[in-house]
């Protein structure tokens, strides 16, 4: 590979926000003021809607105290977009490239936006204009290929776990069903995380739904029905993507005018339709009079205050990961490893190929999701706990002797 040019860089961040982006961010901004290659770090302000309108901020012109607050900030400092880039979308971002003397694009997103790094950087190469297009790994869903976890997960899995721990004591003090629908498209890690906080034999989520494992409404009944009669109570989690027993998700059943967004995907967390549906036929099958639900929607992603150490700290490795690789590689996405585990809790960070990741998604293994596809099991309890964290500890008066 050839010396690394010397000319600017620019940064986007792509798709849904997450409680640490902004560490990547700040991540690549720190690591990009260590190489005299790069001189100057532009912000696309709202990913490639930005760039091809040639709207940037400078990012090497921020305090590393501001930097700081960037850092531990949620949601996406400089905006974000949902565009999906064809040909000549990008062909218009390259001619910003030229004007400005860009070389280095560092893409903070999902899978998308690993394509979107993909497809720039080869129309790049078809023009003879050399850059070099790194992703950065980015979801709250954790549905990236190669890599271990994705950043992002972390944090939202710990407000998955303090959520469904103050939701079960709610339904302590005031018994009934409870039913919150919780992102999760095509994977249920962040569904399966709402366990996490569980510290009592009796404590929910009593029933977890995937959409790894299609439910049909009949057996749904049944599992609520059998909690109830154990417990007098139930709390229930549902990823916004579950099935029915034909694989079609029960939110494009009730969806009679689905949203879309331009990737195709159906518009299933800003609605409460899901929850509702599910809670009305729990009281009209069961005769249950409490019955409640939620959809937590777009809480779950962008909640101040509440950011993992694990995942912020990651984050802002794979931002300066990116930039390391761009001295030396000319594409890449950054992956992380894991390597030790429990107490010794480590990872090592490595370069897989863009093609690797873009446009496909990992589901939740099936050693994570229970035999009666109605729970999550102690495999994945090991697997996230390092990357939530420490949780509250709570405690319930109810269940003492009585005097």
Request: aromatic share 6%.
């Amino acid at each position: 590979m050839a010396n690394a040019p010397k000319a600017n860089a620019v940064v986007g961040q792509s798709g849904g926000p997450t409680g640490v982006i902004n560490a990547s961010l700040v991540g690549i901004i720190e690591e990009a003021q260590k190489h005299p290659e790069i001189r100057t770090v532009f912000g696309a302000i709202h990913a490639v809607a930005g760039m091809v309108k040639d709207d940037f901020i400078d990012l090497t012109k921020l305090s590393p105290e501001t930097l700081e607050v960037v850092a531990a900030s949620p949601s996406s400092a400089i905006g974000t977009s949902r565009d999906k880039p064809d040909a000549e979308y990008c062909a218009k971002i390259l001619e910003v490239f030229k004007k400005r003397d860009i070389r280095y694009f560092f893409y903070i997103g999902g899978n998308d936006s690993a394509n979107t790094a993909h497809i720039l950087n080869k129309m790049a190469d078809q023009i003879s204009y050399d850059i070099r297009a790194f992703h950065i790994p980015k979801t709250v869903d954790n549905d990236l290929l190669v890599t271990d976890h994705c950043p992002g997960f972390g944090t939202a899995a710990k407000f998955e776990a303090c959520a469904l721990t103050g939701d079960d004591l709610d339904n302590r003090a005031l018994p009934g069903v409870k039913i919150d629908v919780i992102m999760g498209r095509h994977a249920g890690f962040l569904t399966a995380a709402t366990v996490l906080g569980k510290t009592r034999d009796d404590d929910g989520p009593h029933l977890v739904y995937v959409p790894e494992r299609p439910i049909p409404m009949d057996k749904f009944l049944a599992d609520v029905d059998a909690v109830l009669k154990k417990l007098n109570r139930c709390v229930v989690t549902v990823s916004e993507g579950i099935c029915d027993g034909d694989g079609q998700t029960w939110a494009k059943k009730l969806a009679r005018q689905a949203e879309t967004d331009a990737h195709g995907n159906i518009q299933l967390s800003g609605t409460g339709a899901l929850a509702d549906f599910f809670a009305a036929q729990v009281k009209a099958a069961l005769g249950v009079k409490r019955v409640r639900a939620d959809t937590f929607g777009y809480l779950q992603r962008s909640f101040p205050g509440i950011q993992s150490p694990v995942d912020v700290e990651e984050a802002r490795r794979c931002g300066r990961e990116a930039v390391r690789l761009a001295m030396t590689e000319d594409n890449g996405s950054v992956a992380i490893r894991r390597i030790a585990d429990g107490p010794d809790y480590a990872v090592e960070l490595f370069r897989t190929e863009l093609s690797s990741v873009a446009e496909k998604t990992k589901p939740m293994p099936d050693e994570f999701i229970n035999a009666d596809g109605n729970g999550i099991t102690e495999a994945f309890v090991k697997y996230a706990m390092p990357l939530v964290g420490d949780l509250p500890r709570t405690e319930y008066l109810g269940g003492r002797p009585r005097v």
